[in-house]
């Protein structure tokens, strides 16, 4: 399992970024995909998954009506949509492979290697 995250980068409050997290190795619909972030200084959080096998995602409260997951099987590539950004939402944003993701729970829990991760900062 191989995972790449990109598309980080520096923006204003209120802006959009869209993460891409390339995969290689395997087939999207072969795992449960997620994304957490690691804000300075904090413990590592769960963010959204997807299932695209089963067609159901999850998005964590703390970013539901901002952020949106979604997947290109062609591409084999999983994407994060970030909207109305706040400073808050200052982390390094990583995608993962496998994962257990229980939506009711808001429980999301990594069992695969840790990539790089793509930086996002939100400024004021």
């Known amino acids: 399992v191989q995972l790449q995250a990109s598309g980080g980068g520096l923006v204003q409050a209120g802006g959009s970024l869209r993460l891409s997290c390339a995969a290689s190795g395997f087939r999207l619909d072969d795992y449960v995909i997620g994304w957490f972030r690691q804000a300075p200084g904090k413990e590592r959080e769960g963010v959204s998954c997807?299932?695209?096998?089963?067609?159901?995602?999850h998005v964590a409260d703390s970013v539901k009506g901002r952020f949106t997951i979604s997947s290109d099987n062609a591409k084999n590539t999983v994407y994060l949509q970030m909207d109305y950004l706040k400073p808050e939402d200052t982390a390094v944003y990583y995608c993962a492979a496998p994962i257990v993701c229980v939506a009711t729970a808001n429980i999301m829990t990594n069992f695969g290697p840790w990539g790089k991760g793509t930086l996002v900062t939100v400024s004021s």
């Open positions: 997807i299932s695209t096998r089963e067609g159901s995602t």
